[in-house]
């Protein structure tokens, strides 16, 4: 079965965005972000929430477009509503038993891109196998945690550090068994 793959910026407070959804503290280019577009290549399916997939509109992203052009997308959402959906993008109900329907069918990892609620939601259910921190050299303060309102207690191991020249360092973590 395929890992669902929680590889997301993050500050060193544990944000993945500061107030207003604001990203422009984080490394935005070099060697790192190099590494992490070229990790996005090995994914085909993409998990996120509404909220995450909203939050493209702002860079340019169509609303029912994928974000990702070589990812099939599913966006959690028991709200959004977008009347036309490319084929590469669904909207899911949050739902354990689609996640792990996804996990099932997929033929590669699974990129959960952005976090915050949804990504705390798939923790309290046991649902992420590995952390990719992009970890940027820089404390946020406020904005959107992590994993949201979460408050599930899990053990990771940290199985690779990279390290990179601008500060910015990618940390692997694997779920404790």
């Given at each position: 079965?395929?890992?669902i ?6 500050s060193?407070?544990g ?7 604001d ?14 577009q070229?990790?996005?290549a090995n ?11 909203e ?47 996804i ?26 196998d ?20 979460s408050?599930a ?12 020249s ?10 404790k068994?």
């Amino acid at each position: 079965m395929q890992k669902i793959i929680y590889y997301v910026a993050s500050s060193l407070d544990g944000y993945i965005a500061g107030k207003d959804d604001d990203v422009s503290q984080f490394i935005l280019q070099g060697e790192g972000v190099d590494k992490y577009q070229s990790d996005l290549a090995n994914f085909e399916t993409v998990i996120m929430g509404r909220k995450t997939y909203e939050f493209g509109y702002q860079f340019g992203l169509q609303p029912g477009q994928p974000a990702y052009p070589h990812m099939h997308h599913h966006i959690f959402s028991n709200s959004l509503a977008i009347d036309s959906l490319s084929e590469q993008v669904q909207i899911e109900k949050l739902s354990v038993s689609r996640v792990e329907e996804i996990r099932e069918n997929a033929t590669t990892d699974i990129y959960l891109c952005g976090g915050g609620q949804f990504a705390g939601w798939l923790l309290e259910n046991g649902l992420i196998d590995q952390l990719k921190l992009k970890l940027n050299p820089v404390v946020l303060g406020s904005g959107t945690k992590l994993f949201g309102s979460s408050t599930a207690n899990e053990n990771w191991e940290l199985i690779d550090r990279e390290s990179f020249s601008d500060g910015l360092q990618i940390l692997t973590y694997d779920k404790k068994k």
